[in-house]
């Protein structure tokens, strides 16, 4: 910022120099200096005494109180005193202008030198300044490119981390991508004693950079994880980096959702076909169950339920999905009795055959919502989506939320 106002203040001097130095070189080719020159003298001699001697009776003539010798009464119009003074000669004039016009051209030609080194050093300045504000430009677009890649991680980053090598770690293919000459494979589970992360090692051999990412993640038949890993991979690089999961029991299975990628500019350049199940050395031995709720909808393909708002005025929502296909679900149509509201919470939610999606929550932030009365009723209206058979595709229609809290949803006092 600070060069840009050097650089404007290099201009606007550089253009009050520029009109200066034309003024002075237009001085040196007109000839209206030499009229102006011949004035300036002639102006000369009329600020001179203004007494001459009568040539007939020798009185002094004070010009510039009478018209004719007061002594004698003669006019002095062809006084030879008076005509050299006040009537010069075109010769004479001329000499007196091409004088003047000299000392002039001389003192037009010094300014205009002087204004050209002016203009030649603002110039210098001038370039030198903007050559270091596109310098500057350029370093700090490159430093700030450069951030955005991604770099190796540490394991525990912060201090009040402590994560430990899982003791169940997967089994079989650990290859998660391998296509466009980018290969990327889940090299190892860690875990602490809240969160569980999973260690991510990728290689980019192509001659650009590339983004990874990963959409939707189901955890031992739970599709309420997202796994959005999004790093820039530098070109021809290799980097291991982590990403937490929010769960804190042993992982049996993971399910990853669609995975493609894009260049830096998350245009599209692969994307992965169906879901991939990864299996673990632990065992839990139990089916995925819903928790006990309200019934909102059900279909023979889907079944949506009901837990309630929470203490944040968010309803929560838990989707079964009792096929063998993968279903996406989206809610972007709600409303607070006739007046609409923008919903979040639940956008694109992947969910594998015969999982459940729990944790997920409808909310909005529009005054519509969050002023809601008692008497007002929350509906919802839920798009599910079969990519494999889009003829299965469906509306759920608008569905009630309904106004209950878990527990007494759950007959609990």
């Known amino acids: 910022m600070i060069l840009f106002f050097i650089l404007l203040f290099l201009i606007i001097i550089l253009m009050i120099n520029t009109i200066r130095y034309f003024r002075a070189y237009a001085r040196l080719k007109s000839h209206v200096s030499y009229k102006e020159a011949a004035e300036r003298e002639m102006s000369k001699l009329r600020s001179q005494d203004p007494r001459i001697t009568c040539d007939y009776c020798g009185a002094t003539i004070d010009t510039s109180q009478y018209k004719v010798c007061p002594q004698c009464g003669a006019d002095y119009a062809k006084d030879e005193e008076w005509i050299h003074r006040y009537q010069p000669d075109q010769g004479w004039v001329d000499e007196k202008a091409e004088q003047e016009a000299e000392r002039e051209i001389h003192?037009?030609?010094?300014?205009?030198?002087?204004?050209?080194?002016?203009?030649?050093?603002?110039?210098?300045?001038?370039?030198?300044?903007?050559?270091?504000?596109i310098a500057l430009v350029c370093l700090v677009t490159?430093?700030?490119?450069?951030?955005?890649?991604?770099?190796?991680?540490?394991?525990?980053?912060?201090?009040?981390?402590?994560?430990?090598?899982?003791?169940?770690?997967?089994?079989?293919?650990?290859?998660?991508?391998?296509?466009?000459?980018?290969?990327?494979?889940?090299?190892?589970?860690?875990?602490?004693?809240?969160?569980?992360?999973?260690?991510?090692?990728?290689?980019?051999?192509?001659?650009?950079?590339?983004?990874?990412?990963?959409?939707?993640?189901?955890i031992n038949g739970y599709a309420h994880t997202f796994a959005y890993m999004y790093p820039l991979v530098r070109k021809n690089t290799e980097i291991t980096i982590y990403e937490r999961l929010y769960e804190s029991q042993p992982i049996e299975s993971m399910i990853?959702?669609?995975?493609y990628i894009s260049d830096e500019h998350y245009d599209r350049l692969y994307e992965s076909e169906g879901d991939k199940l990864y299996k673990t050395s632990a065992y839990i031995g139990s089916e995925p169950v819903l928790s006990d709720g309200v019934?909102?909808?059900?279909?023979?393909?889907?079944?949506?339920?009901?837990?309630?708002?929470?203490?944040?005025?968010?309803?929560?929502?838990?989707?079964?999905?009792?096929?063998e296909d993968v279903w996406d679900v989206t809610c972007d149509d709600a409303r607070v009795s006739d007046v609409s509201f923008d919903v979040y919470g639940m956008y694109q939610i992947h969910?594998?055959?015969?999982?459940?999606?729990?944790?997920?929550?409808?909310?909005?932030?529009?005054?519509?919502?969050?002023?809601?009365?008692?008497?007002?009723?929350?509906?919802?209206?839920?798009?599910?989506?079969?990519?494999?058979?889009?003829?299965?595709?469906?509306?759920?229609?608008?569905?009630?939320?309904?106004?209950?809290?878990?527990?007494?949803?759950?007959?609990?006092?």
């Open 107 to 133: 003192k037009a030609e010094a300014e205009a030198r002087k204004y050209a080194r002016r203009i030649r050093r603002i110039l210098l300045f001038t370039g030198i300044s903007l050559l270091l504000l």
């Open 351 to 413: 969910i594998p055959a015969g999982c459940i999606c729990n944790n997920k929550y409808v909310y909005g932030s529009d005054d519509a919502y969050t002023n809601r009365s008692e008497e007002d009723t929350v509906r919802v209206n839920f798009t599910f989506t079969n990519e494999e058979k889009p003829e299965l595709s469906f509306k759920t229609g608008y569905i009630e939320l309904q106004p209950y809290t878990a527990a007494e949803m759950t007959g609990e006092q």
């Open 256 to 259: 990853f959702g669609e995975i």
């Open 142 to 218: 490159y430093l700030g490119h450069q951030s955005d890649y991604a770099k190796n991680e540490e394991l525990n980053s912060y201090s009040y981390e402590h994560y430990e090598k899982s003791g169940d770690q997967l089994v079989g293919d650990t290859t998660l991508l391998d296509a466009e000459s980018v290969h990327v494979e889940i090299t190892g589970i860690y875990e602490d004693d809240s969160w569980t992360k999973l260690e991510y090692h990728i290689v980019n051999q192509n001659s650009y950079a590339v983004r990874i990412h990963i959409e939707g993640l189901a």
């Open 295 to 323: 019934n909102l909808y059900e279909n023979e393909w889907i079944r949506v339920q009901g837990l309630g708002y929470d203490e944040q005025g968010r309803y929560d929502i838990e989707i079964q999905n009792k096929t």
